[in-house]
């Protein structure tokens, strides 16, 4: 379990997130909710140790680690908005396989792990491919499937759906429902997409301004969800990011 306690992160001397809390469980998908420039990025590289905080802490299993940012390195993994992330003259499976390696992962069970999630995704023909032969989908596909691929727990997305079209949303759906209940991942979602976050999520974290005004720890219906996050947003967020 990770755990977070008022925890905050400042760039550029703009104080990002203000004293934040909560924690990840087993099993979980959590959403998180809010409109542009309400601190979602920068929440979700700091839970992957791409980011140090400035107060607060976290830590894992109610233990005091100081190295948060090293076993986050071997135990989150994270799917930026950023294509640059891809190496474009590589094949997508060479991505693939080669983020799973620095996430810790044998090659053979990244294999294993990509034969698994090929069941319901059909990638087998664009594996093959450079990267900057594919389309935009199918790029955002490739860092998909190199974070489900690896043996990190925790997996922190931003975004995952954009750039898809509906058939490969739902496909997708199917895979994250399944790695929660079956292969016992812990999920933290950005989305603006409120039916796909509604979908699949369990708990949602409502942010605005950098801090979490609102958690539900039940599944809501989308009608419900917007309510809910109209009401807490109010006017447009100070754009921080």
């Known amino acids: 379990m990770i755990i977070v306690e008022d925890i905050q992160k400042d760039i ?28 979602k990025t920068t929440l979700m590289k700091v839970i992957s140790g791409i980011l140090d905080i400035n107060g607060g802490s976290i830590h894992v299993n109610n233990e005091n680690k100081s190295d948060y940012l090293e076993w986050a390195h071997n135990n989150v993994a994270y799917q ?15 991505n693939i396989i080669y983020y799973g390696i620095l996430k810790g992962t044998k090659k053979k069970q990244i294999l294993e792990n990509l034969n698994y999630y090929l069941k319901y995704i059909k990638f087998e023909n664009e594996l093959v491919r450079k990267v900057e032969e594919l389309s935009t989908g199918q790029k955002k596909i490739v860092k998909l499937l190199a974070v489900f691929c690896c043996n990190c727990k925790y997996l922190i997305l931003d975004e995952p759906t954009e750039g898809l079209d509906i058939e490969n949303i739902n496909l997708i759906k199917d895979i994250l429902i399944d790695m929660s209940k079956k292969r016992g991942k812990v999920l933290v979602i950005s989305s603006h997409d409120l039916s796909f976050l509604a979908d699949i999520s369990t708990r949602y974290l409502f942010l605005k301004n950098g801090q ?20 807490n947003q109010g006017e447009e967020n100070e754009k921080i990011l």
């Open 12 to 39: 550029k001397k703009h104080r990002i997130l203000k004293e934040i809390n909560f924690s990840l469980e087993d099993n979980q998908i959590v959403a998180l909710v809010g409109n542009n420039g309400a601190g």
């Open 80 to 94: 930026s908005t950023n294509e640059r992330d891809l190496s474009y003259k590589n094949t997508a499976k060479d």
């Open 212 to 231: 979490v005004i609102k958690t539900i720890d039940s599944k809501l219906e989308v009608d419900s969800l917007t309510e809910i996050f109209i009401e």
